[in-house]
Every structure is written in C-alpha cells, then in structure tokens.
C-alpha cells in the first residue's frame, strides 16, 4: 500500500486539477494502473481480518500429530511429502479422524506457510488436442533388500483426457527412456500423433542457437520407426509442459508413496498398467465425461503400430584390459582371455551387456549393473585358463561364488581332477546354471568321492530325464518255497547215515 501522503497527492491531482493517470504516474514513479486504483478507490475503511485461534473441536486433538508429520516430511525432499489428502487419510486409519478432508486441507495449508513461510503458485492451463501426449521422468523412494534408494519412472501423460500411463526404471539413460516409451506404445496400441519433451540428455544432444536441436541417433531413429512428431519445450521452460509434471507429482502421491518394497523390476511394471487404467474411472476435473471417455478420443487419433517393435539397443566398440574386462559407464564386465587387450563389439540394451563376435555371435551376456554394483564376471570363459593352472583355483573370487558342495569337492581333488572338474564346468555353464551340475554332484557322491566322469554322466541322465527312476512293483507274488535248513547238524546226520550203510 502507498504512504497516506502520495494518495493524497494522486487524488488531489486526479480528482482536482484533472490530470491524466499517465502523466501522474511518470511524475511519482508509479504504474498507471495504481494510480487509477487509489484515484477511484471509495472505501478506505480497514479490512477486517480472519480471527486466529479459534477453538476448534474437531483439529485441536489431532494438530500436534499432524504438525510432527509436517516435519517429518520437511526432513525429506519436497517431492517424497505426503499430501494433504494421504495425511487426512492417516489419521482416518490411525486415529479414527471425523473431520474432514477439507478441514485437514485448511488447516495444513495455513501450518505450512507458517513452518515455512511459502506461498502457493498457480499455473495456467494450456489446450490440447486428442491424440497429443507429454513426457517426464520423475523420481520416487523404494525400498531393497532392506534399504531405501531412488529410482526414475518415466509418464506419458495425455492432456485432453487428462489420463497418464508410468514405468519405473533403473535409470533416465537413452536405453531406459525408448524401452518406457516403446512398452507404453505397444501396450495401448497405438502412438500418439505429436509428443512434447523437455531438452532431456537422452533425446537432445545439443540445443542450437535458432530453436532447433541436434537429437541423439538413437533418437531419431526411434521417432522415424514409429512416425509421431517431436516438439520441445524451450530451455528452463517446463511450464511448457506443465500437464506431465502435474502428472508426475500425482503418480508420486498416489502410487508410489510410501516407498514401495521392490524386488523385480519388470514385475512391478506390469502391475503398472492396471492401477493407470483404473485411475481414469473418475470424472475430469473441468470436463463433465469421465476420463476413460475422453481416453477413447485419444486413442482414435492415435498413429498406428508399426508392423515390428523397434530394439531400444546400440552397439559400441570397446578395448578390453590385460584381465579381458570392458568399461561401460564406469562399470566392468568380463568378456573372455582371448579378447585381452583387444577391441571387442558389445550390444547395449537397458538391462544387459552382450559380449559379441565380429559377425555378431554372443560370446558371453551380463545383466547391466546400475547403482552400487562396479563388476559383473562371468566366469565361463575363463574355466578353461584356470583348468590350466588348477592350484590356484582356491585364490580365486570364482572359489567364493562356488556352491558349498562344489568347494568340498575341489578341497579333497587331486590335481589332475580339478582340472578336469573346471572344464566340465566350462563346457556345462554354457547352457545351464550351477542347479543341476550341483545336483549332479550330489547324487555321484552318495556312495563317496566322485571322479568327474561319474558326475558328467549322472549329469546328463539329469538333463535328459533319466536321472530318477520309478520303483518297480512286481505284478504276481512268489511262490511260497520250503524252508531250507543249514548247519553242522544236518552235516552231522548225513554221516551217520554213511556209518550205517
């Protein structure tokens, strides 16, 4: 609010001498429009304020609960809080709330800007057409093996009907990123006609100075199989697509909060499809149809699928080190001794590395490693090389990863069997897990130790079926025989026999 004498002043020259707003303006350094408001303003009677701490029967008991959650949640990233709703929820669960969902929303809303003095942002909204779709990662907390760690989820939301579809991934790599996009596709059956991204690594490599972008290969090979066009926000712009960000957020909110337990990836994923499908059974919020309704719209302006699901991999041409390990982002992976020192083809997709020939034949194929983990061997091609050197076995990493009953055997080994043992394993690992070998194992030595023909050959009756047999049951009983009698005593009759003759 100006001070008392400036408003004087704007009246005085409005109201009495009849000057224009403009030329009062320019003199005190005040924007038209202010002095207009004071100009025309007739009622300068004070504003009555909203009485604060006002009993309340229904909050009062509960506030001190929601205030620690309040806090609780500051610790965490703004994206991991609770929302209103999920906390009125809690307290309906925990507490046996009555209130309602409104009073929570209020009285949280004024708590916030009181803890931290924020104050809310409005967005506009922008109109779409059926057919377009938005996309954004996002990130939420899961919980493995007993920790918690943040994992990516990619939406393809679609703006007309205010409907969305997410996966979750290990990454925001380009291989993760065209995978979400490819399974989105194919599991609606269609693509949309134009799809609007933000200057994200794995699509732009380079924005240019005249609005146009340099795209990735990958990139563009995606959108020339599957036809839709690519539009981009401009940078810092997000608002530009401000449908998928408001869709990341609500898929947070709603289905990945708390951190969810998970132990498989792709198994998590397919229960995905269902909870987005099931979310559109509700009303729009500014449309009187229901958004399944309004989906139906944006699929039949959807493009067709192509004929053949696009491969979301690349190729690259690396070195190998002295050991036969290769270096992909920081990561190390075991080829095979003969590729030491030398340059060797792999196949990149978002959750394996393929060691390949020069005509594309797999050598050896690793699960991708993300997070945490820094090597991944496999030890099949090398079993040939340490059946060479047998007595080293036991300084070996390989040792470890051993089952139980594989390192009994090795310790009481001779030489000579070890080596044999390792190149039985060899040829057996590449086409079978440590499973049946094992099994193998523990059936030849039932009757003691082993030799490795003795486990090959119970191995393979294994993998063909033969390995158990059924018990045979006779279909006739025996004949019931007489008694035989042995001893010294009927030696001793005979003799008497013989004495009298």
């Known amino acids: 609010m100006l001070a008392v004498a400036e408003i004087n002043y704007i009246r005085h020259e409005v109201n009495i001498k009849d000057s224009n707003y403009s030329e009062v303006a320019q003199r005190i350094g005040r924007d038209p429009r202010t002095v207009k408001k004071y100009a025309e303003q007739d009622d300068f009677s004070p504003v009555e304020k909203i009485k604060q701490g006002r009993p309340s029967p229904v909050m009062d008991p509960i506030k001190h609960i929601v205030d620690e959650w309040l806090l609780e949640d500051f610790k965490q990233k703004r994206k991991f809080r609770r929302t209103a709703k999920r906390i009125w929820e809690q307290l309906k669960e925990e507490f046996d709330f009555k209130g309602s969902d409104r009073t929570v929303r209020n009285y949280i809303s004024q708590r916030k800007k009181e803890l931290l003095n924020e104050a809310s942002q409005a967005a506009l909204s922008l109109e ?71 200057n994200l690594s794995a699509a732009v490599k380079k924005v240019l100075p005249n609005g146009e972008r340099q795209l990735t290969e990958e990139f563009q090979n995606f959108v020339l199989h599957y036809g839709f066009e690519s539009e981009f926000c401009n940078p810092n712009s997000g608002n530009e697509k401000g449908h998928v960000e408001a869709m990341v957020k609500y898929v947070r909110n709603n289905y990945l909060l708390p951190g969810l337990h998970v132990l498989n990836l792709d198994e998590l994923n397919k229960t995905l499809w269902e909870k987005a499908e099931k979310d559109r059974e509700r009303k729009h919020y500014e449309k009187e149809s229901f958004i399944s309704q309004l989906f139906e719209e944006d699929r039949k302006a959807f493009l067709v699928l192509p004929s053949k699901e696009y491969q979301c991999i690349r190729y690259e041409t690396v070195k190998a080190d002295k050991y036969g390990y290769i270096k992909v982002e920081k990561k190390l992976y075991s080829t095979s001794p003969r590729y030491a020192l030398n340059k060797v083809l792999i196949r990149i997709s978002y959750n394996s590395i393929d060691i390949l020939t020069d005509d594309y034949q797999l050598v050896v194929s690793h699960p991708r490693l993300y997070g945490q983990y820094r090597k991944s061997i496999n030890w099949q091609p090398y079993l040939n090389l340490m059946a060479k050197r047998p007595m080293a076995l036991k300084y070996t990493s390989f040792y470890e990863q051993l089952p139980q009953e594989w390192q ?94």
């Open 408 to 501: 009994t055997y090795f310790n009481s080994c001779t030489s000579s069997e070890k080596s044999e043992a390792l190149k039985l394993l060899g040829t057996v690992m590449k086409d079978y897990d440590f499973s049946k070998i094992t099994e193998a194992l523990k059936i030849a030595s039932e009757h003691g130790h082993p030799s490795v023909e003795s486990i090959k050959q119970v191995f393979y009756q294994l993998i063909n079926g033969r390995g158990i047999r059924e018990e045979v049951h006779l279909q006739k009983s025996l004949p019931i025989m007489p008694e035989a009698t042995r001893g010294l005593q009927h030696y001793n009759q005979l003799l008497k026999g013989a004495e009298i003759n």
């Open 128 to 198: 779409s057409k059926p057919g377009s779709a938005q996309v954004d990662f996002g990130e939420a907390p899961f919980k493995y093996q007993g920790e918690q760690i943040t994992l990516p989820y990619l939406v393809l939301s679609y703006p007309y009907s205010n409907s969305f579809y997410f996966q979750v991934f290990p990454a925001q790599n380009k291989e993760c990123f065209l995978e979400g996009l490819k399974r989105i596709f194919h599991h609606m059956g269609g693509v949309p006609k134009t799809i609007r991204f933000d």
